[in-house]
């Protein structure tokens, strides 16, 4: 429940919150996330790759996968602490499997209600 546009605020390190102009003050925690995102997006717009060739003391940044329905997807948590997560919303995803190879399979008009 983050509004768009905050992430901005952690990659360029200011305190401005739309759409009260009054700053916020950013707290340790929040520094450190700014930090970490501004290093993530600097690689990426350096050379295309956000983690560098620094070695493994960072969280990788997984390469984008096209979604496979019979995989669990890597995926990056920015938070205090950068770390990896898989299978976003799986309880989600595994009740609408089956209606998602029904329409694929063509059993199903992309129409139908």
């Not at 429940?1 to 009260?20: D, K, Q, S, W, Y």
């Amino acid at each position: 429940r983050v509004i768009h546009g905050l992430e901005t605020n952690f990659v360029f390190g200011n305190n401005f919150v739309a759409p009260n102009p009054g700053n916020q003050v950013l707290n340790a925690a929040d520094l450190a996330l700014s930090i970490s995102m501004r290093t993530y997006w600097t690689r990426f717009a350096a050379n295309g790759d956000p983690n560098g060739s620094s070695g493994n003391s960072i969280v990788r940044w997984p390469v984008y996968q096209p979604p496979n329905p019979f995989v669990s997807i890597k995926y990056l948590i920015l938070d205090t602490v950068v770390q990896e997560g898989r299978a976003l919303r799986a309880q989600q995803c595994d009740f609408l499997r089956p209606f998602f190879f029904r329409s694929l399979a063509g059993a199903v008009p992309a129409s139908t209600p």
